[in-house]
Structure formats: C-alpha cells, structure tokens
C-alpha cells in the first residue's frame, strides 16, 4: 500500500468523472465550437462574477497568458518571492513575453498591500515600469495559507491607485472559498484575470480556466494559441472540469480535515506549526541536526509513503480526493515515526 501525499495533482478521474467525459458532446474548439468548453467556460465566469473565462491545458498557462494581457514587453510584474509564477514556471514571462519581474518578501506568501505599494515604479525613460502585481490564493510554498480577504482588497486599492492590474494564481482558490468561506463571486472582482486550476484538488485530469474581462478573450486565445494551446475536441476535458466543479468542491472540506488530523499527530514532535495549516498542505519543518528533507522524503517513500522534498529542511505534505481516512492513519504512524527519530 502506497499514500501518495506528493500533490493533489496525482488523483484520478472517479468512475462518475469518466462517464461526464464518455459523453461529451464535443467540437472543434479553436473555432470556438466545443460545447463543453463554452459551457465550462461561461459556468466558470459566472461563479467567480466576471464576463468571461478561457480554457486552457494548464495552469502554467493560465498564469502566463493573464500576466501577458496586462504587460508589454520590459514591464514588470511584482509578486511575493516565493510565488508560483517565478518558481516554477520555467521562466515563462520573460522567455515568452519579455516580461520583467521584481519581487518582494512576504510572511508565507500572505500578501502585505503596502508592501507592494512600496514597490511600485510609474516607468519612465530610465526605469522600468510595473504593470501587473501578482499575488496567490492559496500560497503553495506558504503551506496552503488563504490570503485575507482584507488583504486582498488592499491590495485592489494599490492597483486602482497606481493604474495597473492584478492577477491571481488561484490554482487552489477553491480551497480558500472552502477555507475561509468567501464566495467565489467575492474573490472575482478584486482582480483584473485569474487562474483556476481543475487538476489539482478538485481532481480533473487536465485543466485551468483563465478568468477575464471579455474585452480581453480574443487577445487571450490567440497567446494561447502562440503557446501552442489551442486544442480541438478538447471537450472531453472540459466535461471533467464540470463534473468536478459540481461534484468536488465541497468535499475539499474533506481534505482540509485529513491534513489537520495529520499535522496533529506531528505537532507534538515540533515539526509543524497547526497555526498554519489552513488548507489542505502541511508543511514539516525538520530540525538542522536530522536527515535533509530528500533523505527524509526517501526513507517515507521506502516506508509506504510519498512526499515531497521543498526546500533542504521543509516537506511538503497534499491531502485531496484520492486519500482516505485510513491513508492518513498509515501516513501519520510512518511521519511521526520518522520525526521521532
């Protein structure tokens, strides 16, 4: 037996998911006739109260086509150091786009407004201009932290001041609507486009949709088309996002719980901070004298358990659909076995 606890990325379409997909009525989407994908894409719009949406093969892509729209060529964007967006995306911004990036430190990616209003440049002939400013809900390398909605108007405020944009990372932001209890339709408006992935612990296969003003949509699919993600009967697809908008997300509840139950068992041990396990991420925080987090991951993949290894001394732990109650029993005796030394 095997928990995999690497990413709410490895689940596997449920047997209702597979039927949604076996029926889809499809079409060829780059000439805007899937009928699951417009279908998807308005359901998504009208949830988080924007005009439009956009389908698209990732969230990496999703990202990097809403910073796209509000940027020019030597722009920047400004966003929290550990943000997805630079971390992970392979340097997309800039590669594709010749978009600049500036970065600010935040408390485990929870977003400060005045600290992005600090940091903001007009742009003149000797300087290079901010654009857009990028923030994360919920923060990924902040452990599944949910940004205060405070926040997150503040942050509007900055934007609307200084006459630029704002886009999300909301690869998980129906964990923080779970979380917190924000409407989806609350979040929508406090940015200009954001970026929800199905993939992840809503447990579609393949998937984001790019959320924006439909002003936006014609330019937003032909930069998709440029990163090659124009797809035909991608439908199929789609129909799995529907279902696991519909049939998923109030279970993330469930997710929640199962990585509370398991930081719980590893908190009296040190190794992790309950305050900041909100979500459905619980990150462990090994000592300086014990194994790295790479010998650590290793000896819980060898004991039945997968994790992954963020940084030298912190692992990453991911509840979603494809665990149990009883994964989280077998995953919290091999962890804290571990952390016990």
Known sequence: MTVDLRSDTVTRPTPGMREAMANAEVGDDVYGEDPEINALEAEVAALFGHEAALFVPTGTMGNQIGVALHAQPGDEVLCDVGAHLLAYERGGSAAFFGITSRTIVSPDGICVPDAYAAHVREGDWHTVGTAVLQVENTHNRGGGRVQPLEALRGLRKVADDSGIAVHCDGARIWNAHIASGVP???YGPLFDTVSVCLSKGLGAPVGSVLVLPARLKARARIL??????GMRQAGVLAAAGRYAIKNHLAGLADDHARARRLAEALEPYGVVDLAQVETNLVMINLSQSGPDSAAFAKAAADAGVLVS??????????????VSDDDIEVAAKVLTGLVAG
Do not use: I, K, Q
């Not at 998709?224 to 993600?229: K, L, N, P, V, W």
């Not at 290894?309 to 979603?320: E, F, G, I, N």
């Open 184 to 186: 989806l339709s609350e």
């Open 224 to 229: 998709r088309g440029r990163m090659g993600g």
């Open 309 to 322: 290894a963020m940084d030298p001394r912190r692992v990453r732990l991911v509840t979603h659909l494809d």
